[in-house]
């Protein structure tokens, strides 16, 4: 079995094991997230050993040049030694463009990469840190890709006792500096007009990424029915409404609505009780991890298969401290 060298660990890892299993076997705490290499909460770095192609799947050139690795993808091959990732490795520096108030509790926030034109796709998402607490944050991209300019939007809810969020609303400014890891998470075809459909779910300001693929989806001349629902809290929560009018008016194979709900069973029960069966669409999940996990099981059950299924539900089980900076002082948590 190969030894696995990680900091002060010393552990052997088994035979068709992946290195994250092999990391939770001994207790070691490590960020993670999808498990299946989609989101690169685990990045880590190989100080020795081989690397084997699959771990670095989607990996940036600049990240794979540097020897990191997907610990949920690798199966190692002989024996590694590994380190903790620089964050200068993981992140780059970007500058607020704008602010934008879109309802009493939901704000749009644009930037843009200091040094280098980003390209990204609908679907996917970005992980931001501050230096308010050094923790890490991924928001979806709500946004289309625009060439050179490469700026990206994402869109923030307010939150009691907030950070970030009370930053957002409270003190940022156009100018002000952020550490971003972009971009992360896969992008969707959204014009294969094979799929029979497409139900989007969106809680709070995961509206935003829903309208994003909805808008991606018939902009690229998908012509089969694409269903929107908003569901929110309260009607302070609502916001979009005239870009989703406009929508709607634009494209007859479009329709949405705004549910007000807190019982995420009721509402899962609302929306998919409208449908016998879903087979051969997509569903996508976007908000409240209550809502998402309901509707991933309810969307089953009405037939969608497991990989038709999008969703940005993140839930990171330990907060560890474990990326570092060449300081060797500046920790930072995925929450």
Not at 90 to 114: G, N, Y
Not at 279 to 296: D, H, M, R, T
Request: aromatic share 10%.
């Amino acid at each position: 079995m190969p030894k696995i060298i990680f900091g002060t660990h010393h552990f052997h890892c088994k035979d068709n094991e992946n290195l994250l299993d092999a990391f939770f076997r001994n207790k070691i705490d490590i960020p993670f997230s999808c498990r299946n290499g989609t989101c690169h909460a685990c990045v880590t770095k190989v100080v020795s050993g081989s690397i084997c192609e699959p771990s670095q799947s989607g990996l940036s050139k600049q990240l794979k040049e540097s020897n990191h690795i997907l610990p949920c993808r690798c199966y190692p091959e002989g024996d590694m030694v590994l380190s903790l990732p620089l964050i200068e490795d993981i992140f780059s520096q970007a500058r607020v463009t704008s602010i934008e108030e879109l309802s009493e509790t939901i704000f749009s926030v644009s930037f843009k990469p200091d040094a280098e034109t980003l390209e990204f796709k609908t679907g996917q998402f970005v992980n931001i840190r501050t230096k308010l607490d050094n923790k890490v944050r991924s928001y979806s991209i709500t946004n289309h890709f625009q060439g050179s300019e490469s700026i990206i939007s994402i869109h923030v809810k307010r939150i009691d006792n907030g950070v970030f969020s009370q930053w957002v609303f409270e003190n940022a400014e156009i100018g002000d500096e952020l550490q971003v890891q972009y971009p992360l998470g896969a992008s969707y075809d959204s014009n294969d007009n094979s799929v029979a459909g497409k139900l989007l779910i969106a809680s709070g300001s995961g509206l935003g990424a829903a309208f994003a693929i909805a808008e991606a989806s018939l902009m690229g001349e998908y012509h089969k029915e694409v269903q929107l629902v908003h569901v929110v809290k309260s009607e302070e929560d609502s916001y979009y409404l005239e870009e989703l009018k406009n929508l709607s008016n634009q494209y007859p194979n479009f329709q949405f609505e705004i549910l007000t709900d807190n019982d995420s069973s009721e509402c899962v029960d609302s929306i998919f009780g409208k449908f016998e069966l879903l087979e051969n669409w997509e569903v996508y999940l976007y908000g409240n991890p209550k809502l998402v996990k309901a509707s991933i099981q309810t969307a089953r059950n009405k037939g969608v298969l497991e990989e038709k299924i999008i969703s940005d539900a993140f839930e990171y089980a330990q907060t560890p401290e474990y990326f570092q900076s060449e300081e060797d002082s500046n920790k930072m948590e995925f929450v």
